[in-house]
């Protein structure tokens, strides 16, 4: 794997990039520890239970889907940078509330699923914003080398975030986590506000147009509804398995909390792997190469159904890691170098939208049929969900045959001078 810092060096020399990158790695660093501390935290209370859990995680997930599509319309109008602040100035005092309630051991669950879901909130304005910023630093044909050198510092950040967590978690409680997770929200509030990225000017028009535009830019484009129709039913098992599944079978047979960060942080190693594999990978169907990738998705569920070691567990989640970043590379620069920049904001609230529509679903159902069917054959059930999802995305023609651009063709980032 190259060095991010020789692969990339020219991107690391302009100062609005890095910017960038390090509030990313501080606030992926803190969501590494909410991802360890929250459903340890849960667990921890009186009276916790798999249904009490669920609810939490699902407080959490839906207002993911429910304000994504006004995230996309506010990003393609405001200054994505600004609505990047906005967004981690909600995430950082919801989990400083948090950590608070689980420190003095005072944690009603409506209080607990209220700041949930106003960090979910945070989080559903962030993506759109995201998405659409990295475009405007960098050219189109370093789109994918820019991705990849920011996941490598999130990868990394998370990888020390997740090790860290479950020392964190078992030495001084899931309270002091949830509270470094507030902080670092707070920290890459600081460091976006430095990045001012203006927003383009646009005509005038209402909200529901916005979205209208969106949709039929959206629809028009069978490999990404496709793909991301696949990810409604991934993200769905994932998030039953991540957020429920995961830990309760860490309870049972994989040591707790600490068990479950090594399983975790696995993956993170691999996410780390992955980005510097997408960083030098050329490929002349990148969304062909990116669903076939998902297919390792399935193995750690399988092994945590048939009860494997935890050490088995943790060499299927690092193939995990490797495959959904090289996913994530080819994903993030197809899109935007395939979607006008005028509305990237709103087509990518349409792919987090559709991603996470079952994802609260599945964390809501996880508890409840691990209790009515078996924690096993539920985990079994989500490895299936996997494969299936899968292999239907790949019927799709679309998503076999579009091919990358030629190295040559690219447009310039738009000029964003400061606010």
């Known amino acids: 794997?190259?060095?991010?810092?020789?692969?990339?060096?020219?991107?690391?020399?302009?100062?609005?990039?890095?910017?960038?990158v390090?509030?990313?790695?501080?606030?992926?660093?803190?969501?590494?520890?909410?991802?360890?501390?929250?459903?340890?935290?849960?667990?921890a209370l009186p009276g916790a239970?798999?249904?009490r859990l669920s609810l939490v995680q699902c407080c959490l997930a839906l207002p993911q889907v429910t304000f994504v599509l006004a995230g996309g319309v506010v990003a393609d109008r405001m200054s994505r940078s600004r609505l990047m602040v906005v967004s981690d100035l909600l995430g950082g005092p919801a989990y400083a509330g948090l950590a608070v309630m689980v420190l003095t051991r005072h944690a009603p669950l409506p209080a607990m699923c209220l700041l949930t879901a106003v960090a979910g909130t945070g989080t559903a304005l962030f993506w759109p914003a995201m998405a659409g910023v990295v475009p405007l630093l960098v050219r189109a044909d370093r789109l994918q080398r820019a991705n990849a050198t920011l996941r490598i510092f999130q990868n990394g950040a998370t990888l020390l975030g997740l090790s860290l967590s479950g020392l964190v978690v078992a030495l001084l409680g899931p309270g002091w986590a949830l509270a470094i997770t507030a902080a670092s929200y707070l920290a890459s509030a600081l460091l976006v506000r430095g990045l001012r990225v203006t927003a383009r000017p646009r005509a005038a028009s209402?909200?529901?147009?916005?979205?209208r535009d969106g949709w039929r830019e959206f629809a028009r484009r069978q490999w990404l509804w496709v793909v991301v129709a696949q990810f409604a039913f991934l993200v769905a098992a994932m998030s039953a398995v991540n957020g429920v599944l995961g830990p309760l079978a860490a309870q049972r047979g994989l040591g707790g909390a600490r068990g479950w960060s090594y399983v975790v942080g696995a993956q993170a190693l691999g996410t780390l792997v992955g980005a510097g594999v997408a960083l030098r990978l050329r490929v002349r169907r990148p969304i062909l190469v990116a669903v076939v990738a998902m297919f390792?998705?399935?193995l750690p569920m399988a092994l945590l159904a048939v009860r494997a070691p935890v050490w088995w567990?943790?060499?299927?989640?690092?193939?995990?890691?490797?495959?959904?970043?090289v996913f994530g590379a080819l994903w993030a620069a197809t899109m935007q170098r395939e979607i006008p920049d005028e509305v990237l904001g709103r087509?990518?609230?349409?792919?987090?939208?559709g991603s996470l529509a079952f994802a609260p679903l599945g964390t809501l159902v996880a508890g409840p049929a691990a209790v009515a069917f078996g924690l096993y054959r539920t985990l079994a059930g989500c490895a299936v969900l996997t494969v299936l999802a899968t292999v239907a995305a790949l019927l799709s023609r679309d998503v076999r045959t579009l091919r990358a651009p030629d190295p040559g063709r690219h447009r310039d980032p738009a000029e964003s001078l400061p606010a």
């Open 49 to 51: 239970s798999a249904g």
């Open 313 to 325: 567990v943790c060499g299927a989640n690092f193939g995990v890691g490797v495959a959904t970043d």
């Open 1 to 20: 794997m190259p060095p991010p810092l020789d692969a990339s060096s020219s991107l690391l020399r302009d100062r609005r990039f890095v910017l960038l």
């Open 347 to 353: 087509v990518s609230a349409y792919d987090v939208f």
């Open 296 to 298: 390792p998705v399935a």
């Open 206 to 211: 209402s909200g529901r147009a916005d979205l």
């Open 22 to 43: 390090s509030a990313r790695t501080v606030s992926v660093l803190g969501s590494a520890f909410a991802r360890v501390a929250l459903a340890f935290a849960v667990l």
